[in-house]
Protein backbone atom coordinates (compact mmCIF):
# COMPACT_ATOMS: atom_id res chain seq x y z
CA UNK A 1 0.00 0.00 0.00
CA UNK A 2 2.98 2.36 0.91
CA UNK A 3 4.75 1.71 -2.15
CA UNK A 4 1.10 1.65 -4.35
CA UNK A 5 0.91 5.63 -2.87
CA UNK A 6 4.15 6.73 -3.18
CA UNK A 7 3.92 6.17 -7.08
CA UNK A 8 0.55 7.44 -7.37
CA UNK A 9 1.96 10.70 -5.51
CA UNK A 10 5.04 10.86 -8.27
CA UNK A 11 2.73 10.23 -11.30
CA UNK A 12 0.28 13.03 -9.82
CA UNK A 13 3.31 15.35 -9.43
CA UNK A 14 4.38 14.78 -12.71
CA UNK A 15 1.16 15.41 -14.47
CA UNK A 16 0.16 17.74 -12.48
CA UNK A 17 3.08 20.20 -13.30
CA UNK A 18 1.62 20.93 -16.98
CA UNK A 19 4.41 23.44 -18.79
CA UNK A 20 6.77 22.68 -16.50
CA UNK A 21 6.29 18.72 -17.37
CA UNK A 22 6.50 19.54 -21.31
CA UNK A 23 9.17 22.03 -21.15
CA UNK A 24 11.44 19.25 -19.14
CA UNK A 25 10.57 16.36 -20.54
CA UNK A 26 11.67 18.13 -23.82
CA UNK A 27 14.96 18.90 -22.88
CA UNK A 28 15.50 15.33 -21.75
CA UNK A 29 13.89 14.14 -25.45
CA UNK A 30 16.81 16.23 -26.69
CA UNK A 31 19.48 14.83 -24.33
CA UNK A 32 18.79 11.11 -24.94
CA UNK A 33 18.54 12.13 -29.14
CA UNK A 34 22.15 13.65 -28.95
CA UNK A 35 23.21 10.42 -26.71
CA UNK A 36 21.51 8.33 -29.28
CA UNK A 37 23.41 9.67 -32.46
CA UNK A 38 26.62 10.54 -31.17
CA UNK A 39 27.07 7.21 -30.12
CA UNK A 40 25.31 5.56 -33.35
CA UNK A 41 27.75 7.92 -35.88
CA UNK A 42 31.15 7.15 -33.71
CA UNK A 43 29.69 2.60 -34.07
CA UNK A 44 29.59 3.61 -37.91
CA UNK A 45 32.34 5.47 -39.08
CA UNK A 46 34.72 3.85 -36.79
CA UNK A 47 33.79 0.46 -38.08
CA UNK A 48 33.59 2.56 -41.89
CA UNK A 49 37.32 3.60 -40.98
CA UNK A 50 38.66 -0.02 -40.12
CA UNK A 51 37.30 -1.27 -43.36
CA UNK A 52 38.63 1.73 -45.72
CA UNK A 53 41.73 0.79 -44.06
CA UNK A 54 41.35 -3.25 -45.14
CA UNK A 55 40.13 -2.15 -48.52
CA UNK A 56 42.43 -3.05 -51.21
CA UNK A 57 46.07 -1.95 -51.13
CA UNK A 58 47.39 -3.21 -54.13
CA UNK A 59 46.28 -4.72 -57.02
CA UNK A 60 48.03 -6.33 -60.20
CA UNK A 61 46.78 -7.14 -63.73
CA UNK A 62 46.93 -10.64 -64.51
CA UNK A 63 48.09 -11.05 -68.61
CA UNK A 64 46.10 -13.24 -70.78
CA UNK A 65 48.88 -15.37 -70.68
CA UNK A 66 48.68 -16.45 -67.44
CA UNK A 67 46.55 -19.78 -66.74
CA UNK A 68 44.71 -20.34 -63.71
CA UNK A 69 47.12 -22.54 -62.52
CA UNK A 70 49.96 -19.92 -62.77
CA UNK A 71 47.57 -17.08 -60.88
CA UNK A 72 46.59 -19.87 -58.14
CA UNK A 73 50.77 -20.23 -57.29
CA UNK A 74 51.02 -16.47 -57.59
CA UNK A 75 48.02 -15.99 -55.18
CA UNK A 76 49.07 -19.09 -52.77
CA UNK A 77 52.75 -17.32 -52.50
CA UNK A 78 51.26 -14.07 -51.66
CA UNK A 79 49.44 -15.16 -48.44
CA UNK A 80 52.28 -17.40 -47.09
CA UNK A 81 53.80 -13.88 -46.77
CA UNK A 82 54.10 -12.24 -43.47
CA UNK A 83 53.61 -8.67 -44.94
CA UNK A 84 50.18 -9.94 -46.55
CA UNK A 85 46.52 -9.86 -44.62
CA UNK A 86 44.70 -11.70 -47.88
CA UNK A 87 45.09 -12.06 -51.80
CA UNK A 88 42.27 -12.50 -53.79
CA UNK A 89 41.95 -13.46 -57.73
CA UNK A 90 39.19 -11.29 -59.65
CA UNK A 91 38.37 -12.54 -63.12
CA UNK A 92 37.52 -10.54 -66.02
CA UNK A 93 33.83 -11.53 -64.99
CA UNK A 94 33.65 -10.80 -61.42
CA UNK A 95 35.29 -7.12 -62.17
CA UNK A 96 32.88 -6.55 -64.66
CA UNK A 97 30.15 -7.65 -62.28
CA UNK A 98 31.17 -5.21 -59.20
CA UNK A 99 31.98 -2.53 -61.94
CA UNK A 100 28.44 -2.72 -63.12
CA UNK A 101 27.17 -2.60 -59.28
CA UNK A 102 29.52 0.32 -58.65
CA UNK A 103 28.49 2.19 -61.75
CA UNK A 104 25.11 1.05 -63.43
CA UNK A 105 25.04 4.58 -64.88
CA UNK A 106 27.88 3.62 -67.32
CA UNK A 107 26.49 1.42 -70.41
CA UNK A 108 29.13 -0.93 -71.67
CA UNK A 109 29.22 -2.15 -75.21
CA UNK A 110 28.46 -5.72 -74.97
CA UNK A 111 29.95 -5.99 -78.48
CA UNK A 112 32.78 -5.11 -77.68
CA UNK A 113 33.89 -7.47 -74.87
CA UNK A 114 34.38 -7.24 -71.72
CA UNK A 115 37.34 -4.65 -71.46
CA UNK A 116 38.07 -5.04 -67.97
CA UNK A 117 41.02 -7.22 -67.10
CA UNK A 118 41.26 -9.99 -64.22
CA UNK A 119 43.54 -8.95 -61.40
CA UNK A 120 45.04 -9.77 -58.40
CA UNK A 121 44.01 -7.84 -55.44
CA UNK A 122 46.32 -7.82 -51.81
CA UNK A 123 46.00 -6.32 -48.74
CA UNK A 124 49.35 -5.83 -47.12
CA UNK A 125 49.63 -5.80 -43.16
CA UNK A 126 50.47 -2.09 -43.32
CA UNK A 127 50.78 0.23 -46.24
CA UNK A 128 54.99 0.29 -45.38
CA UNK A 129 55.03 -2.96 -46.83
CA UNK A 130 54.06 -2.10 -50.59
CA UNK A 131 57.56 -1.94 -51.63
CA UNK A 132 58.15 -5.80 -50.70
CA UNK A 133 54.77 -6.53 -52.25
CA UNK A 134 55.67 -4.96 -55.61
CA UNK A 135 59.58 -6.30 -55.17
CA UNK A 136 57.87 -10.12 -55.01
CA UNK A 137 54.76 -9.39 -57.60
CA UNK A 138 57.86 -8.71 -60.08
CA UNK A 139 59.45 -12.13 -60.13
CA UNK A 140 56.06 -13.38 -61.86
CA UNK A 141 56.79 -10.52 -65.18
CA UNK A 142 55.44 -13.28 -67.22
CA UNK A 143 51.90 -13.66 -66.15
CA UNK A 144 51.46 -10.28 -64.45
CA UNK A 145 51.74 -6.46 -65.95
CA UNK A 146 53.77 -5.05 -62.99
CA UNK A 147 53.40 -1.58 -65.32
CA UNK A 148 50.25 -1.64 -64.03
CA UNK A 149 50.53 -2.00 -60.12
CA UNK A 150 48.31 0.11 -58.66
CA UNK A 151 48.56 1.36 -55.03
CA UNK A 152 45.43 2.90 -53.38
CA UNK A 153 46.81 5.83 -52.68
CA UNK A 154 42.66 7.16 -53.24
CA UNK A 155 41.69 5.01 -50.29
CA UNK A 156 43.94 6.98 -47.95
CA UNK A 157 42.53 10.23 -49.20
CA UNK A 158 39.07 9.39 -48.33
CA UNK A 159 40.23 7.43 -45.18
CA UNK A 160 41.61 10.34 -43.88
CA UNK A 161 38.33 12.67 -45.39
CA UNK A 162 36.44 10.27 -43.25
CA UNK A 163 38.55 10.40 -40.26
CA UNK A 164 37.94 14.34 -40.45
CA UNK A 165 34.21 14.02 -40.68
CA UNK A 166 33.97 11.73 -38.04
CA UNK A 167 36.12 13.94 -35.65
CA UNK A 168 34.40 16.34 -36.35
CA UNK A 169 31.11 14.91 -35.67
CA UNK A 170 32.28 13.86 -32.43
CA UNK A 171 33.74 16.76 -31.16
CA UNK A 172 30.32 18.49 -32.05
CA UNK A 173 27.54 15.54 -31.01
CA UNK A 174 30.18 15.12 -27.90
CA UNK A 175 29.64 19.23 -27.08
CA UNK A 176 25.51 19.18 -27.85
CA UNK A 177 25.62 15.84 -25.64
CA UNK A 178 26.99 17.22 -22.64
CA UNK A 179 24.96 20.68 -23.04
CA UNK A 180 21.90 18.79 -22.97
CA UNK A 181 22.61 16.61 -19.93
CA UNK A 182 23.63 20.40 -18.37
CA UNK A 183 20.57 21.76 -19.19
CA UNK A 184 18.10 18.64 -18.40
CA UNK A 185 20.23 17.96 -15.03
CA UNK A 186 18.95 21.85 -13.86
CA UNK A 187 15.76 21.74 -15.42
CA UNK A 188 14.85 18.65 -13.47
CA UNK A 189 16.11 19.82 -10.48
CA UNK A 190 14.82 23.03 -10.35
CA UNK A 191 11.00 21.48 -11.38
CA UNK A 192 11.04 19.06 -8.35
CA UNK A 193 12.68 22.47 -5.93
CA UNK A 194 9.49 24.26 -7.34
CA UNK A 195 7.46 20.90 -6.69
CA UNK A 196 8.91 20.54 -3.23
CA UNK A 197 7.97 24.21 -2.65
CA UNK A 198 4.55 23.64 -3.70
CA UNK A 199 3.90 20.89 -1.90
CA UNK A 200 6.04 22.69 1.77
CA UNK A 201 2.62 22.66 4.35
CA UNK A 202 2.22 18.45 2.91
CA UNK A 203 5.68 17.84 3.39
CA UNK A 204 5.77 19.19 7.44
CA UNK A 205 2.79 17.79 8.06
CA UNK A 206 4.31 14.28 6.88
CA UNK A 207 7.48 15.59 9.14
CA UNK A 208 5.23 16.21 12.52
CA UNK A 209 3.17 13.00 12.14
CA UNK A 210 6.98 11.02 11.88
CA UNK A 211 7.68 10.43 8.47
CA UNK A 212 11.16 9.68 7.62
CA UNK A 213 13.55 11.28 4.91
CA UNK A 214 12.90 8.05 2.43
CA UNK A 215 9.17 8.40 2.23
CA UNK A 216 9.23 12.22 2.15
CA UNK A 217 12.04 11.79 -0.94
CA UNK A 218 11.10 9.22 -2.75
CA UNK A 219 7.55 10.89 -4.60
CA UNK A 220 9.98 13.56 -5.62
CA UNK A 221 12.68 10.90 -6.84
CA UNK A 222 10.09 9.20 -8.87
CA UNK A 223 8.48 12.00 -10.37
CA UNK A 224 12.19 13.04 -11.76
CA UNK A 225 12.69 9.59 -13.30
CA UNK A 226 9.33 9.76 -14.15
CA UNK A 227 10.85 12.28 -16.88
CA UNK A 228 13.36 10.62 -17.61
CA UNK A 229 11.12 7.49 -19.05
CA UNK A 230 9.01 10.14 -21.04
CA UNK A 231 11.86 11.29 -22.64
CA UNK A 232 13.42 7.78 -23.62
CA UNK A 233 9.86 7.06 -24.97
CA UNK A 234 9.69 9.70 -26.84
CA UNK A 235 13.02 9.72 -28.19
CA UNK A 236 12.46 6.72 -29.00
CA UNK A 237 9.59 7.26 -31.36
CA UNK A 238 11.85 10.15 -33.12
CA UNK A 239 15.18 7.89 -33.23
CA UNK A 240 13.54 4.77 -35.08
CA UNK A 241 11.91 6.30 -37.76
CA UNK A 242 14.81 8.74 -38.59
CA UNK A 243 17.14 5.92 -38.76
CA UNK A 244 15.05 3.56 -41.04
CA UNK A 245 14.54 7.06 -43.66
CA UNK A 246 18.48 8.01 -43.49
CA UNK A 247 19.71 4.67 -43.33
CA UNK A 248 19.97 4.45 -47.69
CA UNK A 249 21.62 7.77 -47.77
CA UNK A 250 24.19 6.52 -44.90
CA UNK A 251 25.08 3.22 -46.82
CA UNK A 252 24.86 5.04 -50.47
CA UNK A 253 27.57 7.28 -48.96
CA UNK A 254 29.53 4.96 -47.44
CA UNK A 255 29.35 2.51 -50.48
CA UNK A 256 30.60 5.09 -52.27
CA UNK A 257 33.86 5.67 -50.43
CA UNK A 258 34.21 1.60 -49.42
CA UNK A 259 34.59 0.02 -52.43
CA UNK A 260 36.71 -2.28 -54.26
CA UNK A 261 37.53 -5.24 -52.78
CA UNK A 262 34.42 -6.51 -51.39
CA UNK A 263 31.14 -6.21 -53.30
CA UNK A 264 28.80 -6.27 -50.23
CA UNK A 265 26.97 -3.65 -49.03
CA UNK A 266 28.85 -1.86 -46.32
CA UNK A 267 26.59 -2.52 -43.93
CA UNK A 268 27.01 -5.89 -44.12
CA UNK A 269 30.46 -5.84 -43.46
CA UNK A 270 30.13 -3.34 -40.47
CA UNK A 271 27.64 -5.09 -38.82
CA UNK A 272 29.45 -8.71 -39.64
CA UNK A 273 26.97 -10.00 -42.13
CA UNK A 274 24.14 -9.61 -38.91
CA UNK A 275 22.26 -6.99 -40.63
CA UNK A 276 21.78 -5.57 -43.99
CA UNK A 277 21.42 -1.94 -43.15
CA UNK A 278 21.90 0.41 -40.21
CA UNK A 279 17.73 0.29 -39.69
CA UNK A 280 18.09 -3.56 -39.53
CA UNK A 281 20.64 -3.83 -37.04
CA UNK A 282 19.07 -0.95 -34.96
CA UNK A 283 15.83 -3.24 -34.79
CA UNK A 284 18.10 -6.09 -34.07
CA UNK A 285 19.50 -4.19 -31.02
CA UNK A 286 16.15 -2.32 -30.07
CA UNK A 287 16.22 -4.04 -26.63
CA UNK A 288 19.70 -2.85 -25.87
CA UNK A 289 18.75 0.07 -27.07
CA UNK A 290 15.69 0.37 -24.85
CA UNK A 291 17.66 -0.33 -21.38
CA UNK A 292 20.65 2.27 -22.38
CA UNK A 293 18.46 5.01 -23.13
CA UNK A 294 16.22 4.05 -20.12
CA UNK A 295 18.82 3.79 -18.04
CA UNK A 296 20.49 7.12 -19.17
CA UNK A 297 16.90 9.20 -18.42
CA UNK A 298 16.46 7.56 -15.22
CA UNK A 299 19.49 8.19 -13.76
CA UNK A 300 19.48 11.50 -14.80
CA UNK A 301 16.01 11.91 -13.14
CA UNK A 302 17.04 10.20 -9.90
CA UNK A 303 19.98 12.01 -9.62
CA UNK A 304 18.65 15.53 -10.38
CA UNK A 305 15.51 14.98 -8.05
CA UNK A 306 17.63 13.48 -5.17
CA UNK A 307 19.98 16.79 -5.05
CA UNK A 308 17.05 18.80 -5.46
CA UNK A 309 15.34 16.76 -2.22
CA UNK A 310 18.56 17.42 -0.14
CA UNK A 311 19.02 20.86 -0.84
CA UNK A 312 15.36 21.44 0.30
CA UNK A 313 15.81 19.42 3.66
CA UNK A 314 18.86 21.01 4.26
CA UNK A 315 17.93 24.61 3.72
CA UNK A 316 14.96 23.68 5.83
CA UNK A 317 16.66 22.03 8.38
CA UNK A 318 14.43 19.01 8.32
Known sequence: MIWRQVIKNSLLNFLRNGFLTVATVAVMVLTILSVSIMLTTNLITDTAITLINQQIDISVDVLPAAGEGDVGKIVSELKKLDFVRDARYISKEEALENFKKRHGDIVIDEEVGNPLPARIAILSTDPKYHP???????????????????????????????????????????????????????????????????????????????????????????????????????????????????????????????????????????????????????????????????????????????????????????
Open 132 to 318: QVITFLERYYRFLDINQVQSDVEYKHRTEQLINITEAIRRFGLVLSVFFLVVAFFIILNTIRITIYSRRDEIEIMRLVGADYGFIRLPFILEGMWYGVAGMLISLVIFYPAIYYISPQISSYLDNIVVGYRPESIFALIFRGQAASLAAFMWQQFLVFFLFTLLVGVILGAVSSYLATWRYMKETNL
